[in-house]
């Protein structure tokens, strides 16, 4: 199995998908607070495609951590609103050379309108670290994060794609439709291009926003709210960061560079 530090490298430009760098960054970082940190479970992605998210995911799994994979592949009748179109060979094919044997990863080739919690807590137990990316339409949305709420750890999390994507207006009404459901427990903490992050257990957003602003203060925009919760926002202005990057730059090559590196260790601190 090779290491994330060798699929970022030279494997994500590699598989096909749809994956901002910067939010590569920020969920390696998740999962790598969650590792320091000792919160322990499976990891795994509704709607893989070609993998390109699911191996970023399966790469930071410790050991005895499982991994499963929903997605419809080439029953393509399943996916009504053509949000997607996987192919399972190409798919094991990317799994085998960047994880190694394919038979670590549970493969569900079904609808996750047809996944029900059992199938997953009985091949992986419980989610630590979940992407939502299947269905497109507001009863796949609500049925995905229903059954990732279903089957999460304490202290999970699970990122969801195209929140704010203006091509998928579905997913944003699923996700309203989910939050207005007083049997929702699932609470957003943050975002990053294209993907937004919610938390399972009680405390956990906040536990997460402490600790990921810490992580990655470099990148933060501002707090919003969403649906009565507060959420950060990282990333999704890159002009604002090129230019933070000239300055300090400019800083570094001059005779104030000892003083840079203090104002950029403050700036990852803030």
């Known amino acids: 199995m090779q290491t994330d530090e060798t699929y ?9 998908g749809w994956l901002f760098p910067y939010s590569v960054d920020f969920i390696r970082s998740l999962a790598a607070l969650q590792r320091d ?44 609103d053509a949000s997607g179109r996987g192919d399972r060979e190409i798919f094991l094919g990317n799994v085998s050379r960047w994880l190694g044997n ?51 750890a304490p202290a999970g999390v699970v990122i969801l794609d195209d929140y704010f ?18 049997a929702a427990r699932l609470r957003p903490f ?26 990655n203060g470099y990148h933060y925009e501002k707090t919003a709210q969403i649906f009565g919760h507060a959420v950060d926002i990282y990333g999704t202005q890159p002009w604002t960061f090129s230019l933070k990057r000239r300055l300090m ?3 570094r090559h001059s005779r104030f560079g000892p003083l840079a590196r203090r104002v950029r260790a403050q700036l990852r601190r803030a």
């Open 165 to 182: 994507n203006e091509f998928w207006p579905e997913v944003a009404s699923g996700v309203a439709r989910y939050c207005s459901d007083p």
């Open 190 to 215: 943050a975002i990053t291009p294209n993907k937004t992050y919610f938390a399972g257990a009680d405390g956990a957003a906040d536990f997460y926003r402490s600790a990921l602003r810490h992580k």
């Open 249 to 251: 730059e400019t800083v």
């Open 37 to 80: 940190t000792g919160i322990a479970g499976s990891v795994g992605e509704i709607g893989v495609h070609h993998g390109k998210l699911f191996i970023l995911l399966a790469l930071a799994r410790q050991a005895g951590e499982g991994a499963f994979a929903v997605d419809v592949f080439g029953d393509q009748h399943l996916n009504r």
């Open 102 to 152: 394919p038979e670590t990863v549970t493969v569900l080739q079904r609808s996750s309108l047809e996944v029900r919690p059992e199938d997953i807590l009985a091949a992986t137990g419980p989610v630590r670290l979940a992407s939502v990316d299947g269905g497109h339409t507001e009863d796949c949305v609500v049925n995905d994060l229903h059954l990732m709420q279903a089957v999460l």
């Open 8 to 16: 970022v490298r030279q494997g994500l430009k590699r598989v096909d």
